[in-house]
């Protein structure tokens, strides 16, 4: 079992396991006991699934559950972009299967029909040698999805599509191998936000961005060129670092994996 030949042959290598607590803990022990990176953690179920915030996620055997260690491949100050990257890789692997319908609701979620598919969780920490680890984390729902959320969600099963965890995570793992060349540190991030605004969900649209206790309405207008969601409200265009997003049709932020 293991990676695309096209994969292996950029350095990157990959773990599986029956059950873990979080691959996103497991990718981030390995990275503070010094492992180099490119390393990729799956696990056919989680026990201690987290989101965005401390939120716990449901991890039931079918789904994808994995996380991808980057060691030294970004500066903190550019890392948060890892995340678009990694929803456009997302969104492009899934986008022969699903169509138009796979859309990317702002920083990362993916969502069909509005209901929410699939989410990703980035961490970063401090390597033993003092270099800077990132962890991109992404849970798919391929065989089934929570029933008792306070938004809606599917799955691909749901959606007329077997597909296997491995066989999905094959496909990803080669595209965003190709999208972090392409994003070249930062160097390229300028064609990956364009990118991902074919993929966003609710441009142009009114919804709600939360930001802690504070919340605010307007028309969502975009990025910025480092990722910042753009919201025109009643009091002037804003520009959000970081928030949960709330459209049409789901009623709750969702933001996990």
């Not at 799956?42 to 401390?54: D, E, M, Y």
């Not at 903190?76 to 986008?95: E, I, K, M, R």
Request: charged share 20%; net charge negative; proline share 5%.
């Amino acid at each position: 079992m293991g990676l695309p030949a096209s994969v292996r042959g950029r350095g990157y290598r990959l773990e599986v396991f029956d059950s873990l607590g979080s691959t996103n803990d497991e990718a981030m022990g390995r990275a503070r006991e010094g492992d180099p990176g490119r390393l990729w953690i799956r696990a056919a179920q989680q026990t201690g699934g987290k989101g965005r915030l401390g939120r716990q996620w449901v991890s039931p055997a079918g789904n994808l559950y994995a996380s991808l260690l980057l060691v030294n491949a970004a500066t903190p100050d550019c890392a948060p972009q890892l995340g678009f990257v990694a929803g456009v890789a997302l969104a492009s692997t899934l986008a022969p299967l699903l169509g138009q319908r796979a859309l990317l609701k702002w920083p990362n979620d993916i969502v069909v029909g509005g209901a929410k598919l699939a989410g990703m969780l980035l961490e970063a920490t401090q390597t033993q040698g003092g270099g800077f680890a990132c962890v991109i984390g992404v849970g798919v729902n391929c065989a089934s999805h929570p029933q008792d959320l306070p938004y809606p969600a599917t799955d691909l099963a749901s959606l007329g599509l077997a597909v296997s965890p491995g066989v999905l995570l094959d496909s990803f793992a080669e595209e965003l191998a190709d999208r972090l060349d392409q994003w070249d540190e930062g160097m390229g991030f300028a064609q990956i936000r364009a990118d991902w605004l074919t993929f966003a969900a609710g441009m142009g649209e009114t919804a709600e961005v939360a930001m802690g206790d504070q919340r605010i309405k307007g028309v969502l207008r975009g990025l910025d060129e480092r990722g910042r969601l753009l919201v025109d409200t009643e009091a002037g265009l804003l520009t959000i670092d970081a928030g949960d997003v709330f459209l049409p049709g789901l009623s709750e932020a969702s933001g996990q994996r």
